[in-house]
């Protein structure tokens, strides 16, 4: 049995992620396939507070399946973070009779749009975070993209620092969460990849790892360093002074979270949108849509908001094992 929805609002926040606009695009044609109006909110929740937002037809999001960025615009709002502030946005909900939103973003977003369901507007949330770091689902829109972009880079790099047989010390984005450092350092096959889960200890991390890797055999060396794990030109120092090498410092920063989404986030946006829609029919509001075990879920927000994700260790073992482990005894 579906429930009657007439109008809902689509809003993307935080920080911004490829495969944001393949989710709007998901949200936006589900919804007319169901004869269900779409109203997109600019700018995330600020934009709910201000009553800046478009009608969205499905011919309003043509041609952005494969751009990354967002077509709405994405803000922070520390106003939302008040319930003053949330009770201008449930009058812009109800000036504008929309009986749900969807809600793109991170933790954060959700955070927001328990809130806000608290107050009556039914909310269903669509991660989308570079980090991977949100605890309930094991996958969020943009990461793969941001991977991609990282290795990019990183093997850009690797070309000269092999030819001048020179040490890199990359730092990729991540904040307080080492999914994309330690994923990306096993795809370039790094020499060290330092991750905020794990206590740094320079001369086993980075020293020892590349007295080994030249014992090895190797004359270039690439150390990926999550941003939470420490500062890129910090560990270029240390290295300098423990082993008198002089590493070269590459932050990658923002160009990790732009550029056309891969075919991994083109194609998990648009089911997550499409579950995102269909949620409010079947009276699954008030849920994040997650991916747990390969399959798309619908997990309450609260308890959404509860979960966490380890990374998994095991993956530093790998990336050791066939890394500079296995060469001594050749
Ligand atoms: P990213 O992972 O990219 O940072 P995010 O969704 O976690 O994305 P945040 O800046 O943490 O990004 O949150 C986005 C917005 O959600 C905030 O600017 C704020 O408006 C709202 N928000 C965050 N926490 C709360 C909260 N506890 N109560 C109400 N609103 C919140």
Redesign the pocket.
């Known amino acids: 049995m579906e429930k009657k929805i007439d109008r809902i609002g689509v809003l993307t926040?935080?920080?911004?992620?490829p495969g944001m606009n393949a989710a709007v695009r998901a949200v936006v044609r589900t919804a007319q396939s169901m004869g269900i109006e779409c109203i997109g909110i600019r700018r995330?929740?600020?934009g709910l507070i201000s009553g800046d937002f478009e009608v969205l037809k499905p011919g309003s999001v043509s041609h952005i399946l494969t751009r990354g960025g967002t077509i709405l615009y994405?803000?922070?709002?520390?106003?939302?973070?008040?319930k003053e502030?949330?009770k201008k946005a449930v009058a812009t909900c109800k000036m504008l009779g929309i009986d749900g939103i969807v809600a793109i973003?991170?933790?954060?977003?959700?955070?927001?749009?328990?809130?806000?369901s608290r107050m009556g507007i039914p909310v269903v949330g669509v991660p989308?975070?570079?980090?991977n770091?949100?605890g309930c689902t094991n996958y969020?829109i943009g990461f793969d993209t941001a991977c991609n972009t990282a290795i990019d880079c990183i093997d850009k790099l690797r070309d000269t620092m092999q030819s001048h047989e020179r040490c890199s010390v990359i730092e990729v984005m991540g904040?307080d969460a080492g999914f994309l450092a330690l994923y990306v350092g096993i795809a370039v096959g790094a020499t060290a990849v330092l991750v905020p889960e794990k206590k740094l200890n320079i001369e086993e991390d980075v020293i020892e790892k590349i007295r080994d890797s030249r014992i090895a055999g190797n004359t270039h060396f690439m150390i990926v360093v999550a941003e939470g794990a420490g500062k890129a030109y910090d560990i270029a120092a240390a290295i300098r002074d423990e082993i008198g090498i002089d590493p070269r410092v590459t932050v990658l920063g923002h160009i990790q979270r732009g550029g056309s989404p891969s075919a991994r986030d083109r194609e998990t946006a648009t089911r997550m949108g499409y579950y995102a829609v269909k949620a409010f029919a079947e009276e699954k509001e008030n849920t994040v849509i997650c991916i747990q075990n390969g399959a798309i879920t619908a997990i309450p927000i609260e308890e959404a908001l509860k979960m966490k994700r380890s990374l998994q260790m095991d993956r530093y073992e790998i990336l050791e094992t066939v890394g500079i482990k296995a060469f001594p005894e050749d």
């Open positions: 926040s935080g920080g911004d992620a995330g929740w600020h994405t803000a922070r709002s520390e106003e939302f973070k008040t502030g949330r973003g991170g933790d954060g977003t959700f955070r927001g749009a328990l809130e806000l989308a975070t570079i980090d770091d949100i969020s904040r």
